[in-house]
């Protein structure tokens, strides 16, 4: 186990994993001007992969990227091809984006290395750190493509899906230096992992509102990504008939309006959300005759969510038809409700009760994360760090280093309590951290 660590040492850890956040939230390493944008395989991943490589390097780890363009830090352990325990999280972003979504767990999880390379500490198995290339979806039209390769469940995708750039998938893997036939290489077998974890900003209200620094994850809310493409009739705006229009537009809004009143019906962890819009011709004196739009539906429960998508989609092609318009509605992804492991999540509040002092606060995610993918191939568990007014997603995003500190603690923590049999029941009050 580890010596006695100074809190100034851990404080000083715990404000260098933020100032390392906050350094990747800017160019090279964002492919926007004055905000973060980092979508999967553009410039920005590149300079941000070999800067993560350079910091892996630093706390011991021997660095590699996988078939999808994941990169992989590992630190071997005592007992040769053991089961490894992977730590991640992702490392795009969405479009102006915020700093600590996905990218505090992966420089949380090399610091939590450099803190067991810094005491020579080997444990009986290795630790693999990943950092993801694209769980937002903020590029191609689907998400987890890369903990879906990892996990070997990404199956025939599509490699023609395209961005808004037209550029596909296919050729933006090989613009990387990687080929698609490649992907089938990053699937990782469920025999070589031990299990997974991944500390992430809460991207809620709850443990702001609470007072708390960090909060375990028992589920994962599951989520549908649909397309919508809505066809009537594009005209001139000054000389088309009110009553004579087809007007996609129309049709659109009031179908955005449908599904807030869907749900809106249903319990407070069902959501649907219109993301994207994008209206054809797009003139200002022409009648739209094309929209197309994301929807976003979820819920902690499956019979609730899939209950919202079958009231939504009925509601939709009834507006369709009293509108005279076309609707095709495709459903892009179905990523179910995800529980996480019950012995590791008692672990992490273990470890989080006593890093805190006070019992940890359980919660469940209304955000997407990599952890759902992996669970297909391995058990997981997630650490939510507070964030400022629960906001993510959004510039603003912010969070506090004490609060770091506190996880990367627990989460160092956790790592070496695993090495016991039975982890879930014995928690290591007697241990240094
Ligand atoms: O959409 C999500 O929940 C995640 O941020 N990808
Ligand atoms: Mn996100
Ligand atoms: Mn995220």
């Known amino acids: 186990m580890i010596g006695q660590i100074t809190e100034d040492v851990w404080s000083a850890r715990g404000r260098r994993v933020v100032d390392r956040c906050d350094t990747l ?48 830090g590992r630190y071997e352990g005592s007992v040769p091809n053991a089961p490894a325990l992977v730590i ?16 505090l767990g992966v ?35 689907v998400s987890m493509l890369t903990s879906r390769a990892f996990a070997g469940t990404l199956g025939g995708q599509d490699l023609t899906l395209c961005d808004a750039a037209g550029v596909r998938l296919d050729d933006a893997l090989a613009a990387f230096g990687l080929s698609s036939r490649s992907l089938p290489d990053a699937a990782r077998s469920p025999a070589d992992l031990r299990a997974y974890l991944e500390v992430h900003i809460e991207q809620g209200p709850v ?50 309006l449908a599904i807030e009143t869907c749900g809106r019906a249903g319990p407070d962890d069902l959501v649907a959300t219109v993301g994207r819009m994008e209206v054809r011709p797009g003139a200002s004196n022409v009648v739209p005759g094309e929209v197309v739009f994301t929807l976003d539906i979820r819920a902690g429960n499956d019979v609730v969510r899939g209950r919202a998508a079958d009231a939504v989609c009925a509601a939709l092609h009834q507006i369709a038809r009293r509108r005279d318009v076309s609707l095709d509605l495709v459903r892009q992804q179905d990523l179910p409700a995800t529980p996480c492991d019950p012995s590791l999540t008692a672990a992490m509040a273990a470890a989080v009760a006593r890093t805190t002092g006070a019992a940890a606060r359980h919660l469940v995610s209304g955000a997407g994360h990599d952890a759902m993918v992996l669970a297909a191939i391995t058990p997981v568990s ?28 627990t989460l160092v923590h956790v ?19």
Request: glycine share 12%.
């Open 382 to 409: 997630m650490l939510f760090v507070r964030c400022a007014g629960g906001i993510s997603h959004h510039p603003d995003e912010a969070v506090e280093a004490g609060d770091v500190t506190l996880a990367l603690r």
């Open 25 to 72: 939230g800017m160019g090279p390493y964002s492919d926007m001007e004055g905000g973060l944008f980092r979508p999967y395989l553009g410039p920005a991943h590149h300079a941000t992969i070999e800067r993560l490589t350079e910091w892996m390097t630093q706390a011991g780890l021997s660095v590699r990227l996988d078939g999808a363009g994941t990169l992989i």
């Open 207 to 256: 443990l702001e509102a609470e007072r708390r620094s960090l909060g375990v994850v028992d589920a994962i809310a599951g989520q549908y990504r649909f397309q919508a493409t809505v066809r009537g009739t594009a005209g001139h705006a000054g000389t088309m008939a009110m009553s004579l229009r087809r007007d996609a537009l129309a049709a659109a809004a009031e179908m955005v």
């Open 415 to 433: 790592v070496q309590s695993l090495d016991t049999p039975d982890c879930a029941t014995r928690t290591r009050s007697d241990h240094d951290d």
């Open 88 to 103: 991640g999280s992702h490392i795009d972003s969405v479009r102006d984006g915020g700093r600590y979504d996905g990218m």
């Open 107 to 141: 420089v949380l999880g090399i610091e939590a290395v450099a803190v067991l390379h810094a005491e020579s500490l080997r444990l009986p198995y290795a630790i693999e750190v990943v950092g993801f290339g694209d769980e937002e979806g903020s590029r191609f039209p």
